[in-house]
Protein backbone atom coordinates (compact mmCIF):
# COMPACT_ATOMS: atom_id res chain seq x y z
CA UNK A 1 0.00 0.00 0.00
CA UNK A 2 1.08 3.28 -0.60
CA UNK A 3 2.52 5.48 1.69
CA UNK A 4 0.34 8.48 0.53
CA UNK A 5 -3.19 5.71 0.57
CA UNK A 6 -1.92 5.39 4.35
CA UNK A 7 -1.63 8.80 4.96
CA UNK A 8 -4.32 10.26 3.71
CA UNK A 9 -5.74 13.48 2.51
CA UNK A 10 -8.71 15.98 3.21
CA UNK A 11 -11.24 14.06 5.14
CA UNK A 12 -8.34 11.15 6.04
CA UNK A 13 -5.61 13.49 6.71
CA UNK A 14 -3.56 13.16 10.29
CA UNK A 15 -5.17 17.08 10.93
CA UNK A 16 -8.58 14.95 10.73
CA UNK A 17 -7.59 11.93 12.41
CA UNK A 18 -6.14 14.31 15.76
CA UNK A 19 -9.53 15.46 15.99
CA UNK A 20 -10.83 12.32 16.19
CA UNK A 21 -8.66 11.27 19.09
CA UNK A 22 -9.05 14.43 20.50
CA UNK A 23 -12.67 13.50 20.58
CA UNK A 24 -11.71 10.03 22.20
CA UNK A 25 -9.93 11.92 25.13
CA UNK A 26 -12.77 14.39 26.08
CA UNK A 27 -15.15 11.55 26.51
CA UNK A 28 -13.30 10.10 28.48
CA UNK A 29 -10.65 7.60 27.14
CA UNK A 30 -7.29 7.91 29.33
CA UNK A 31 -4.54 5.57 28.32
CA UNK A 32 -2.29 7.06 25.62
CA UNK A 33 -0.91 3.92 24.12
CA UNK A 34 -4.44 3.29 22.56
CA UNK A 35 -4.85 6.95 21.50
CA UNK A 36 -1.88 6.77 19.88
CA UNK A 37 -2.58 3.42 18.19
CA UNK A 38 -5.59 4.57 16.90
CA UNK A 39 -4.33 7.96 15.59
CA UNK A 40 -1.65 5.88 13.43
CA UNK A 41 -4.08 2.85 12.08
CA UNK A 42 -5.81 4.01 8.83
CA UNK A 43 -9.28 4.01 9.31
CA UNK A 44 -9.99 5.16 5.97
CA UNK A 45 -8.80 1.46 4.34
CA UNK A 46 -11.20 -0.82 6.45
CA UNK A 47 -14.19 0.91 4.94
CA UNK A 48 -15.70 1.49 1.41
CA UNK A 49 -14.30 3.78 -0.56
CA UNK A 50 -17.30 5.71 -0.83
CA UNK A 51 -17.52 5.73 3.15
CA UNK A 52 -13.55 6.28 3.57
CA UNK A 53 -14.42 10.30 4.03
CA UNK A 54 -16.18 9.54 7.35
CA UNK A 55 -14.12 7.03 8.55
CA UNK A 56 -13.01 9.54 11.30
CA UNK A 57 -16.25 10.34 12.44
CA UNK A 58 -17.28 8.78 15.67
CA UNK A 59 -19.69 6.74 14.45
CA UNK A 60 -20.20 2.97 13.12
CA UNK A 61 -20.54 2.24 9.67
CA UNK A 62 -21.34 0.08 7.09
CA UNK A 63 -18.93 -3.10 5.90
CA UNK A 64 -21.84 -5.08 4.38
CA UNK A 65 -23.35 -8.29 5.30
CA UNK A 66 -25.70 -6.78 7.71
CA UNK A 67 -22.39 -5.70 9.74
CA UNK A 68 -20.57 -2.67 10.82
CA UNK A 69 -16.75 -1.14 11.90
CA UNK A 70 -17.47 -0.10 15.38
CA UNK A 71 -18.00 3.58 16.82
CA UNK A 72 -13.82 4.34 17.30
CA UNK A 73 -15.23 5.62 21.22
CA UNK A 74 -16.39 2.04 21.14
CA UNK A 75 -13.12 0.43 19.66
CA UNK A 76 -10.79 2.31 22.33
CA UNK A 77 -13.26 1.58 25.02
CA UNK A 78 -12.66 -1.81 24.99
CA UNK A 79 -9.43 -1.80 23.80
CA UNK A 80 -8.52 0.77 27.19
CA UNK A 81 -10.88 -2.17 29.08
CA UNK A 82 -8.80 -5.68 27.78
CA UNK A 83 -5.52 -3.59 28.27
CA UNK A 84 -6.13 -2.00 32.10
CA UNK A 85 -4.70 -5.46 33.62
CA UNK A 86 -0.95 -4.48 31.93
CA UNK A 87 0.24 -6.41 28.77
CA UNK A 88 -1.28 -9.30 26.91
CA UNK A 89 0.85 -11.53 24.99
CA UNK A 90 -1.66 -13.56 23.12
CA UNK A 91 -5.71 -12.10 22.29
CA UNK A 92 -8.63 -14.03 21.17
CA UNK A 93 -11.06 -11.35 19.24
CA UNK A 94 -14.15 -12.94 18.01
CA UNK A 95 -15.80 -11.07 14.99
CA UNK A 96 -12.94 -9.91 12.66
CA UNK A 97 -15.12 -7.27 10.42
CA UNK A 98 -13.31 -5.18 8.65
CA UNK A 99 -9.78 -5.83 10.71
CA UNK A 100 -10.24 -2.70 11.87
CA UNK A 101 -10.20 -3.61 15.67
CA UNK A 102 -7.54 -6.17 14.73
CA UNK A 103 -5.30 -3.96 13.45
CA UNK A 104 -5.68 -1.77 16.98
CA UNK A 105 -4.73 -4.67 18.97
CA UNK A 106 -2.02 -6.00 16.48
CA UNK A 107 0.10 -2.27 17.89
CA UNK A 108 -0.99 -3.58 21.54
CA UNK A 109 -0.48 -7.29 22.06
CA UNK A 110 2.29 -9.55 20.65
CA UNK A 111 -0.15 -12.02 19.25
CA UNK A 112 -3.64 -11.68 17.55
CA UNK A 113 -5.82 -14.83 16.86
CA UNK A 114 -8.90 -13.34 15.00
CA UNK A 115 -12.04 -15.28 13.78
CA UNK A 116 -14.70 -14.23 11.73
CA UNK A 117 -18.01 -16.51 10.62
CA UNK A 118 -18.42 -14.63 7.00
CA UNK A 119 -16.01 -15.46 4.41
CA UNK A 120 -15.98 -12.11 2.10
CA UNK A 121 -15.52 -10.05 5.40
CA UNK A 122 -12.61 -12.77 6.68
CA UNK A 123 -11.17 -12.35 2.67
CA UNK A 124 -11.15 -8.62 2.80
CA UNK A 125 -9.91 -8.61 6.34
CA UNK A 126 -6.50 -10.57 5.75
CA UNK A 127 -5.64 -8.55 2.63
CA UNK A 128 -6.12 -5.64 4.70
CA UNK A 129 -3.46 -6.84 7.78
CA UNK A 130 -1.21 -8.17 5.00
CA UNK A 131 -0.83 -4.63 3.24
CA UNK A 132 -0.53 -3.04 6.85
CA UNK A 133 2.66 -5.83 7.47
CA UNK A 134 0.41 -6.53 10.87
CA UNK A 135 2.36 -10.19 10.67
CA UNK A 136 1.43 -10.98 14.79
CA UNK A 137 -2.34 -10.81 13.39
CA UNK A 138 -4.05 -14.89 12.68
CA UNK A 139 -7.07 -15.08 10.63
CA UNK A 140 -9.34 -18.10 10.51
CA UNK A 141 -12.59 -18.28 8.82
CA UNK A 142 -15.11 -20.60 11.96
CA UNK A 143 -18.03 -20.15 14.35
CA UNK A 144 -16.47 -17.22 16.71
CA UNK A 145 -19.59 -18.82 19.50
CA UNK A 146 -16.82 -21.73 19.52
CA UNK A 147 -13.82 -19.24 20.32
CA UNK A 148 -10.17 -20.81 19.00
CA UNK A 149 -9.97 -23.88 21.51
CA UNK A 150 -6.84 -25.12 19.76
CA UNK A 151 -5.03 -22.04 21.02
CA UNK A 152 -6.19 -21.57 24.69
CA UNK A 153 -5.89 -20.30 27.37
CA UNK A 154 -5.91 -16.44 26.11
CA UNK A 155 -4.65 -13.57 28.29
CA UNK A 156 -7.66 -11.42 26.78
CA UNK A 157 -10.41 -12.04 24.79
CA UNK A 158 -12.36 -9.24 22.80
CA UNK A 159 -16.09 -10.05 21.21
CA UNK A 160 -17.44 -7.55 18.82
CA UNK A 161 -20.88 -9.04 17.80
CA UNK A 162 -23.53 -9.73 21.41
CA UNK A 163 -24.31 -13.11 22.27
CA UNK A 164 -27.92 -13.62 24.56
CA UNK A 165 -25.70 -14.39 27.54
CA UNK A 166 -21.63 -14.94 28.17
CA UNK A 167 -20.86 -18.44 26.50
CA UNK A 168 -19.35 -20.60 28.79
CA UNK A 169 -16.88 -21.82 26.16
CA UNK A 170 -15.21 -18.53 25.61
CA UNK A 171 -14.76 -18.46 29.85
CA UNK A 172 -13.20 -21.60 29.79
CA UNK A 173 -10.49 -20.46 27.44
CA UNK A 174 -9.07 -17.77 29.09
CA UNK A 175 -6.19 -17.68 31.28
CA UNK A 176 -6.49 -18.75 35.13
CA UNK A 177 -4.49 -15.78 35.87
CA UNK A 178 -6.51 -12.49 35.63
CA UNK A 179 -7.87 -13.38 32.07
CA UNK A 180 -10.14 -10.78 30.67
CA UNK A 181 -12.87 -10.90 28.34
CA UNK A 182 -14.40 -7.68 27.35
CA UNK A 183 -18.23 -8.61 25.79
CA UNK A 184 -21.26 -7.15 24.66
CA UNK A 185 -24.27 -9.00 26.12
CA UNK A 186 -27.98 -9.21 25.96
CA UNK A 187 -30.51 -8.67 22.86
CA UNK A 188 -32.51 -5.38 22.85
CA UNK A 189 -30.83 -4.44 26.06
CA UNK A 190 -27.18 -4.85 25.66
CA UNK A 191 -24.28 -4.40 28.28
CA UNK A 192 -20.61 -4.14 27.70
CA UNK A 193 -19.18 -6.48 30.17
CA UNK A 194 -15.38 -7.36 31.88
CA UNK A 195 -15.15 -10.51 33.14
CA UNK A 196 -11.88 -10.95 35.03
CA UNK A 197 -10.76 -15.18 35.91
CA UNK A 198 -8.76 -15.93 38.68
CA UNK A 199 -8.71 -19.61 39.05
CA UNK A 200 -12.22 -21.11 39.13
CA UNK A 201 -13.49 -17.61 39.71
CA UNK A 202 -15.27 -14.78 37.34
CA UNK A 203 -15.63 -11.32 38.43
CA UNK A 204 -17.68 -9.32 36.36
CA UNK A 205 -18.23 -5.61 35.86
CA UNK A 206 -20.59 -3.86 33.76
CA UNK A 207 -18.30 -0.93 31.59
CA UNK A 208 -21.68 0.80 29.87
CA UNK A 209 -24.85 0.00 27.59
CA UNK A 210 -23.89 -0.60 24.38
CA UNK A 211 -25.80 -1.78 20.77
CA UNK A 212 -24.06 -4.33 18.87
CA UNK A 213 -24.93 -6.88 16.14
CA UNK A 214 -26.05 -9.82 17.55
CA UNK A 215 -23.42 -13.26 17.54
CA UNK A 216 -24.70 -15.97 15.45
CA UNK A 217 -23.67 -18.95 14.71
CA UNK A 218 -22.58 -21.25 11.37
CA UNK A 219 -19.86 -19.92 8.78
CA UNK A 220 -20.92 -18.16 5.56
CA UNK A 221 -19.11 -18.47 2.67
Known amino acids: MRDAELKGIGMTSPRTRNRLIN ?6 I ?3 DVLDVMREVPRHIFVDEALAQRAYEDTALPIGHNQ ?3 QPY ?4 MTEALMAGGALNKVLEVGTGSGYQTAVLAHLVK ?4 VE ?3 PLHVKARSRLRRLSLLNAHLKLSDGTMGWPGLAPF ?10 KVPVEL ?16 DFHQELLLVVRHGQEFHQEVLELVRFVPMLSGVIR
Open 23 to 28: RLAEQG
Open 30 to 32: VAT
Open 68 to 70: TIS
Open 74 to 77: IVAR
Open 111 to 114: QVYS
Open 117 to 119: RIQ
Open 155 to 164: DGIMVTAAPG
Open 171 to 186: LEQLSEDGGRLVIPVG
